[in-house]
């Protein structure tokens, strides 16, 4: 259970990229919770890339802003750099990528990060890396790419799949969304949205994605949560 309800909404970000601020705005307007998986290395960058043929800003929350914009919500990890895990055969540079990343956003937010999410998109995570890191970090969850369109709890903690990914599933994101408000959960329900917040500048969906806050929030029934709060029952 979550703080005693059978239902819980939780959110996931990467990237750490300015949108962030807008991003928080909304889940704080609606008193929602998420999870913001930053990379360390890349704090303060500023550049562009193209999505969807449209060029948008890519750029990162500055290291000296970082506790202050994330502040209610909770960092999580997300590799120094942001390289592709399962292309690197160093087991000490994927321990070194995570490990790191963890400890300097734990010295940035002043609580220990314990949250993880594999960067890149596509299939960006085996069992190999998903071993590694519950054994050589200090990780204790890692959220991956793959959706479910599924409540259903989840046993391996290092391979977390969220429900649904709301850039390119976002009407169904919506169909999930009102079928978990409705239904009556007997056995513990997670409903798991993730993405990055510079997507939602792509084609202009920020309204509508707080359309989709709005409907989801204030539900009795809902335990509204960070990742960590969800997963382990721990704050932040």
């Avoid at 609580?111 to 990780?139: L, M, Q, S, W």
């Avoid at 409903?191 to 969906?205: K, L, Q």
Wanted: net charge negative.
């Amino acid at each position: 259970m979550f703080n005693g309800k059978m239902k819980a909404i939780t959110f996931s970000y990467d990237d750490g990229v300015t949108q962030d601020k807008r991003l928080i705005e909304i889940f704080n307007k609606y008193g929602l919770k998420a999870t913001f998986n930053l990379n360390s290395g890349l704090l303060g960058k500023e550049w562009t890339l193209v999505r969807d043929g449209v060029t948008v800003d890519h750029n990162k929350i500055p290291v000296a802003d970082v506790r202050a914009v994330y502040e209610g919500h909770e960092v999580a990890a997300h590799t120094v750099t942001h390289p592709f895990l399962p292309k690197i055969e160093d087991e000490q540079e994927i321990v070194r990528q995570v490990e790191e990343d963890r400890l300097a956003l734990s010295d940035l937010m002043g609580y220990e990060v314990v949250g993880f999410a594999y960067p890149g998109g596509g299939i960006n995570h085996d069992k190999r890396v998903a071993e590694i890191i519950r054994r050589k970090t200090g990780v204790k969850y890692c959220r991956t790419t793959d959706s479910t369109r599924s409540f259903a709890p989840q046993t391996d903690l290092y391979e977390f799949n969220p429900t649904v990914y709301h850039h390119v599933e976002m009407e169904e994101m919506f169909r999930l969304g009102e079928r978990f408000l409705s239904m009556q959960a007997d056995t513990p329900q997670i409903f798991y949205i993730w993405g990055h917040a510079y997507e939602f500048d792509i084609r202009d969906e920020w309204d509508r994605f707080e359309e989709f806050c709005k409907m989801i929030s204030g539900a009795p029934d809902v335990f509204y949560g960070t990742n960590r709060e969800v997963l382990l029952g721990g704050k932040k």
